[in-house]
């Protein structure tokens, strides 16, 4: 049962352009939600975070946005850039599992100089 | 930010051998840390939750057993992979959550090959 869904397996951008990175959830208990960037054979680093109580939050090239009606989040990242690429990985943390964190399958983005 | 080390980051064993991984929190105390394995081209999967001064956690179709893990101080987790077999091959990561914050920070993580 995949709780988080990060349905595009990959993702490719022009530098200088805008990247969306999507993540659906299915679980209404979630209420903590985490943008994490990981590179091969690296552990993830986390990028960004946002609370159930609020629907958008900013952090330099980095927004995300939550649309719980939906349980739909998403990553922008304006500009992109080369260094941008890697696997982008959404997860969501909810109810008493205190720092369990589901994740998705992940997103490779491509940026192309 | 807060640093999360593993040691070692690259270890080949023998079938039927056990392996130790360590997990450190190098400047924030931790009292839970997880352990998360990664096969490739997939997501990350946690297989238990490490709980200093009592026994880990396991999710479901994890072998306890097979996975142990001991949380030694509020700094250091250990997992080994006991009689270790070709299909435990993977990536496993760690990561600890400091006291004061939903963020998980996660350690480099050690590649596994069983021969």
């Known amino acids: 049962d995949q709780q988080v869904k990060q349905n595009s397996p990959s993702l490719s951008v022009q530098e200088g352009r805008i990247s969306i990175l999507n993540c659906d959830y299915t679980?209404?208990?979630?209420?903590?939600f985490l943008w994490y960037k990981k590179y091969p054979a690296e552990g993830p680093t986390f990028l960004i975070s946002i609370s159930s109580i609020k629907d958008k939050n900013e952090d330099g090239r980095f927004t995300v946005f939550l649309n719980k009606s939906a349980k739909h989040l998403s990553l922008h990242i304006v500009p992109s850039q080369p260094g941008d690429s890697a696997v982008y990985f959404c997860?969501?943390?909810?109810?008493?599992?205190?720092?369990?964190?589901?994740f998705g399958q992940g997103t490779i983005l491509t940026v192309h100089p | 930010g807060a640093v999360v080390s593993q040691h070692p980051s690259w270890v080949i064993c023998k079938s039927g051998t056990s392996v130790k991984i360590e997990c450190r929190s190098l400047d924030f105390q931790a009292t839970t840390m997880f352990w998360y394995r990664q096969f490739p081209k997939q997501s990350l999967m946690l297989m238990a939750t490490?709980?200093?001064?009592?026994?880990?956690?396991?999710e479901q179709g994890v072998e306890k057993d097979k996975f142990l893990i001991n949380h030694a101080s509020l700094t250091l987790s250990t997992l080994t992979v006991t009689s270790a077999h070709p299909e435990d091959s993977s990536f496993y990561i760690c990561?600890?959550?400091?006291?004061?914050?939903?963020?998980?920070?996660f350690g480099p993580g050690t590649r596994l090959t069983v021969t």
């Open positions: 997860a969501a943390i909810g109810g008493t599992s205190y720092g369990k964190l589901t």
């Open positions: 990561s600890a959550p400091p006291r004061t914050t939903y963020e998980q920070y």
């Open positions: 679980n209404s208990m979630f209420d903590y």
């Open positions: 490490s709980n200093e001064g009592s026994k880990a956690t396991y």
